[in-house]
């Protein structure tokens, strides 16, 4: 496919806010692509290169890119840095500088979708002596043969700011509408099939051949899949009333998600909620997978959590949480750092699917596989029970073993990849904690000169998929060996400004952070329509991408059920 009426769809959906309006344009552009051998094309629509589950990153920064439009239009890098300034939208400069450069050239040939893959595929494989190099001849190629228009949309990828405002829900009902009749059997279909393999190609290329295609798509371990989320309880009676008697409640352990897989070819996976590979960070959990868990192939859901060597008491999750993103010296952390793993749940064993049966019968065979063994990995503590007051019991002794609380799950349910379910409820000692992400910062003055010292809190309004400004914090406990400092967050976030206004900066929102406030109020100030008064920053969560910070309804419900009112 030319480039160009990729970039024609790009432009009509940046211009359309509307999701309706979007929907039809994306099903518009999703039927001549049925006929089309390779469906990768979606992933360009998504600003990637491949399927949602794949972590790889072009690993390209601003400057680089002014490089590359430096070399491939003549224009000089100071002229372009200074336009950037001007209109704070590096896609928008590269349209013009190379758009301006086309009125006097003719380029020789056409730049095809299936070019733009091939050098992008590239990038993310280059490292080491003389990547950048390379990287920006790769970059330049495109840009040489690119119109002002299509110039626009590669610098866009290539800086994660596609700006056409589509989420995955509207790529779903978009395949709905150009492969199959629109009901709410086949939009379930397509969200299922996306929950299983996280790759809209896949997806897409099943549901051109029909809904019975589409239903064959199954789990299959090595392959990330999107984890199921829990909803609040309010208490151990409301539990009871959503999930039905007897329930099973479960420790809510304190820790990280790990989605654990050995394929048929005996090959761990580990992957984490926001499908991250890790398994090279966690040697000491693939002993244990290897040594306990009798299986051919599996997928185990779980929780990773930290102890103390010494007293052998249960860590926090911002205590091991460095040992996600550890690359090096991984073995002195694995010692210093050590890890049990909790398993909750099983959605596939020994080749065969098991996300449908009920949750009773899947811990049960989870119960089976797993040799117990405390401090390295071992079933969840589980009580199944009618009971109010033995479930209150197992609750405190939860928060005594330092454990967050308690998940309350429903024995008939099945597994829902990706959903955030009324069936599996957590439940936690009252507390005005949300999880946010930095969309904007500002310098400091005097001790904090240098730094930013005040950081834009954003949540996430998934209706119209932007991310809304909630707050602003100064407060920041400063905990330095776990990467949160003020200078620290200065450079986690330096290299994503967007836009610099005097001594502010727009943030692209990709930095979680876990906050303590005291209480909500409505509020025109702030676009979300919320403000939080006093929040402080308590914890960075590597571990979430910003699409799992709180979302909008979520701060909605509470605050009118008055769950997220004031704790003086
Ligand atoms: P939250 O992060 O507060 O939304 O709570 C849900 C998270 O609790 C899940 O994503 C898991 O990472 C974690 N968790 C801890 N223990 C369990 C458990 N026994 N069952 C399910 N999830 C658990």
Known sequence: MQYSKLCETYEDLEKNPSRLKKTEILSKFFKPLKKEKDKQIIYLLQGKVYPDYDEREFGISEQLCIKALEKSSGVSKKEIINHWRKIGDLGKVAEQVIGNKKQNTLFSHKLTTDKVLDNLKKLPELQGKGAVDKKLSLISELLTSATGTEAKYIIRTLIGQLRIGV??????DSIVESCLEKNKENTEAVQDAYNKTTDFALVFEKACKGIKELKKVTLSPGHPIKAMLALKADSIEDGFKRVGKPAIFEYKYD?????????????????????????????????????????????????????????KKYTPFQAVSQRIKRKHNIQELVKKLPIEINAFDILYYNGKELISEPFEKRTKILRKLIQNHKYKIRTAHQLITSSEKKADKFYKQALKNNQEGLMIKNKDSKYQPGARVGHMLKLKPAENELDLVITGAEYGKGKRAGSYATFTLSCLDEKNNKFVEIGKSSGLKEKPELGLSFTELTKKLKPLITKEHGRKVNIQPKIVVTILYQNIQRSPTYKSGFALRFPRITQLRPDRKADDCATLSEITKGYNRHELKIHY
């Open 255 to 311: 820790g990280f998600r790990m989605i654990i897989n050995k394929d048929e070819k005996g090959k761990i996976n580990i992957f984490t909620r926001r499908l991250d590979n890790v398994t090279n960070q966690f040697p000491d959990v693939v002993e244990y997978i290897q040594k306990y868990i009798n299986a051919k192939s599996f997928i185990i859901d779980s929780e990773a959590v930290g102890y103390d060597k010494k007293t």
């Open 167 to 172: 989420a995955s829900g509207t790529i779903r």
